[in-house]
DNA sequence: TGATATTCTTGATTTTTGTCAAGACCAAAG
DNA sequence: CTTTGGTCTTGACAAAAATCAAGAATATCA
């Protein structure tokens, strides 16, 4: 079993081992360089992505600047659910932190799987329920936590990433400002 | 076509009349009194209940104080969605305001609906994808708005609340004290 | 109605976080 | 190696928000 299949499975628990390979042959690899962008707001995403390797941002642009939503790391999808579920307008940009491999699907074939496999709908229901109760977590977390606690949080969860993205952009999707991180940031180490 | 059964569909978009009439038959008329608590934290979630009339407060007990996650309101469905659909231990407790009238159905017979509707898991899918893209708005204004902004577009778009609870607990949504909420307010009135 | 909760407001103060500006650090490119 | 651009840190200060405490307003209920 490739690493996609075990990836789909462990998100979706799909069971048959034909219907797992007849989804995974449905994602092409693709790869995106440092600084490319996977989706530019305002337009249509038609992809879904697994990322095999490599870290994506996603993020909004906004008048005085550019607020983090998220950073999608090796093992997770990475899309504009809204947008490539009802075909509208993105709401993120979503931007390559580092020369990345992305297992891909287009809308089309990712609609093929509905037909193809019969209790898909349902696993993708489970799926993004899951995704659901992780966002009401953080919603949590912003109406329960200092930003220390935010960052003391999120650092130990996620350790790897401090030292392979600017820190600005972990600041902002804590919901903070780069100087209160560093600050955080220099407290912690002492 | 009842109440119920225009909400569903505005919600699940249901297109036959038959179908329709038979999810709708399914809930069952509950009412609950002020007080009451629809669920507590850590049982099983094991209903899904639309608000007829009334308003249930979703909130979490901490340490030092309670957080109010959400305040569901007339026409909403209001569930502990994780425990509903993995039937897991609820995270929240959810208890009513003021006297409600809920449509409740109990997890037995939601199932079935996923049987007799052949749809019903595609459109499941869809309505827990826009939770999903309500909740990414909400964490956005935690990552990019004041305290302030955060009141005057809640305000805005929820002033029917504000003579209804105790703001308290609009205020603990929002994810500020009560005396940050006061002041905010009287600023807005002069 | 009057007594009792509870909720809301207000002021004084502290803490947390943001802003602005300067400089340090660091990695990539010539 | 040096320059350059981006990133991070630090300090001084300002603003936002929390805390604590008291009292006013409001709802609840006997």
New interface residues.
């Given amino acids: 079993m490739t690493e996609l299949e075990q990836y789909i499975q462990s998100y979706f628990g799909v069971v048959l081992p034909d219907e797992l390979q007849t989804i995974s042959s449905l994602f092409k690899l693709t790869t995106i360089k440092k600084g490319e962008y996977f989706l530019k707001a305002s337009r249509r995403c038609d992809k879904l992505s697994f990322i095999q390797s490599g870290l994506l941002r996603i993020f909004?642009d906004?008048d005085n600047r550019e607020?983090?939503?998220w950073i999608s790391t090796k093992g997770y999808f990475v899309t504009d659910?809204?947008s490539f579920?009802?075909e509208k307008p993105a709401?993120w940009n979503i931007q390559a932190l580092i020369d990345s491999e992305l297992y891909t699907i287009n809308i089309a074939d990712y609609k093929k799987i509905?037909n193809m496999v019969p209790k898909w709908?349902?696993l993708?229901?489970?799926f993004?329920?899951?995704?659901?109760?992780t966002?009401?977590d953080?919603?949590?977390s912003?109406?329960?936590m200092t930003a220390e606690e935010r960052y003391s949080f999120f650092f130990e969860n996620n350790k790897e990433l401090f030292n392979q993205v600017p820190l600005q952009y972990i600041a902002?999707?804590l919901?903070m400002t780069p100087e209160t991180f560093s600050r955080i940031r220099k407290k912690k180490l002492l």
């Fill in positions: 909004v906004t607020v983090t939503q659910l809204s579920v009802f709401r509905g709908h349902q993708e229901k489970l993004i329920a899951s995704c659901f109760a966002l009401e953080r919603i949590f912003h109406l329960s902002s999707m919901g």
